[in-house]
Structures are given as structure tokens and as C-alpha cells.
């Protein structure tokens, strides 16, 4: 028996967690450590960042190509957050599941509580140690200007209050630790009984 990987169905994760606080870092060492474990790669109308490829970070759309995705039905949820869209592909999940993968879903609040009502899934919300740390994370990156920042610790307020709706919390202070408490879920969540 492996450690991951028994499973004929996948296993839908949420992740949920406010900008800045290692969430992508988090599940790219999933993926990386676990070939069953995919990130889904969500679709949005959001111009790139420096370094980010379109099909590996985001597809990135026009708004108009993301409203006619909308319109023909292929979004599992889609929210627009800071006057960009992100959508997760309905038939994409559908793929990866009926070969075993096991899919994190990295979605915001708004969007977590949508699909707790459409599928089954296990929530996990990562919380920074505090709004200051998180405040100097977002800043280190450089990638916003100040405006953006704020709005961003405007929302990270709102999305700490909806942690209790989720199955797990991963204060990520230190991310080897949190990795590890993640990566602990995971394994547990393929090997649960009931």
C-alpha cells in the first residue's frame, strides 16, 4: 500500500486562505511530493504577474471569452474579486477525479462556500500568525501597489471570519510546519473510514 494513490475515486480538496499567506506555495509541495495530487489551474481575467505562465499559474481570458465560458455552463463556481473573474473548470475536476487524482481546488471564501453546497469536498483555511505578518508578506512581494495591499487586508479581515465553516485550520507561521500539518490532512483524509 502507498502512502497516496490507493484510491479509484480522487478526493476534492478546498483550500482557502487570504492573499499573501502561502496557499499556492503550500500545494505546489503536494503536487510536487505527490504525483496523485493536482492544483487546479483556475481560469481569470486578471492581467499576469511577472513570471506567472499562462496555463501553469492561470488561464488567462478575456472577459468577454470568460462570460461565454459562463454562459455555456463551464464553471463549477466562478467569483469576481478586486474587478477580475476566476473560474474553476467543471469538466477538468470531472477528469481528474475519475483517474484517482486527488484535486486541491485553491478558492476564496465566496467561492468555498458556494461548492460546499454542490460537492463533497474537504475544507482546509490557512491563516497568517496575524494581519501585521501578513501585511509585511504582501508588501515583500512587490507585486501591488499600497491601494491593492489595503484592499487585500480589507478582505483577508472578512475571509478570517469564515474559518470556522471549514473542516481544518493551518496557522502557517512557519511553512515547513504548516507543509507538514497539510500534508498530514491529506494523508489521513485517503485513509478515513467513514
Given at each position: 500500500?502507498?502512502?497516496?494513490g490507493n484510491?479509484?475515486?480522487g478526493?476534492?480538496f478546498i483550500l482557502?486562505a ?10 505546489q509541495k503536494?503536487?510536487t511530493e505527490?504525483p ?5 489551474v483556475s ?11 499562462n496555463?501553469s499559474?492561470?488561464h ?9 465560458r459562463?454562459a455555456?455552463?463551464e464553471f463549477?463556481?466562478y ?7 476566476y ?6 475536476l470531472?477528469?481528474?477525479?475519475a483517474?484517482?487524482k ?5 478558492i476564496?471564501t465566496?467561492?468555498a462556500?458556494?461548492?460546499k453546497e ?17 501585511e509585511?508578506r504582501?508588501q515583500?512581494r512587490?507585486?501591488e ?13 472578512q475571509?478570517m471570519?469564515?474559518?470556522?465553516a ?8 512557519d511553512?515547513?510546519?504548516a507543509y507538514?500539518?497539510l500534508r ?5 483524509e485517503?485513509?478515513r473510514?467513514?
Amino acid at each position: 500500500m502507498k502512502l497516496l494513490g490507493n484510491l479509484k475515486q480522487g478526493l476534492v480538496f478546498i483550500l482557502s486562505a487570504p492573499a499573501g499567506t502561502g496557499k499556492t506555495t503550500l500545494v505546489q509541495k503536494l503536487v510536487t511530493e505527490f504525483p496523485v495530487v493536482v492544483a487546479n489551474v483556475s481560469y481569470t481575467t486578471r492581467a499576469p504577474r511577472t513570471g506567472e505562465i499562462n496555463g501553469s499559474h492561470y488561464h488567462f481570458v478575456t472577459e468577454a471569452d470568460f462570460l461565454a465560458r459562463i454562459a455555456k455552463g463551464e464553471f463549477l463556481e466562478y467569483v469576481q474579486l478586486y474587478g477580475d473573474y476566476y473560474g474553476t473548470s467543471q469538466l477538468w475536476l470531472e477528469e481528474q477525479l475519475a483517474h484517482g487524482k486527488h484535486v486541491f481546488l485553491v478558492i476564496d471564501t465566496q467561492g468555498a462556500k458556494l461548492l460546499k453546497e454542490k460537492i463533497n469536498a474537504i475544507h482546509i483555511f490557512v491563516s497568517p500568525p496575524s494581519l501585521e505578518v501578513l501585511e509585511k508578506r504582501l508588501q515583500s512581494r512587490k507585486t501591488e501597489p499600497e491601494s491593492v495591499i489595503q484592499k487585500r487586508l480589507d478582505w483577508a479581515k472578512q475571509e478570517m471570519l469564515a474559518k470556522n465553516a471549514y473542516d481544518y485550520l493551518i496557522i502557517n507561521d512557519d511553512l515547513d510546519t504548516a507543509y507538514q500539518v497539510l500534508r498530514s490532512i491529506v494523508i489521513a483524509e485517503e485513509h478515513r473510514i467513514g
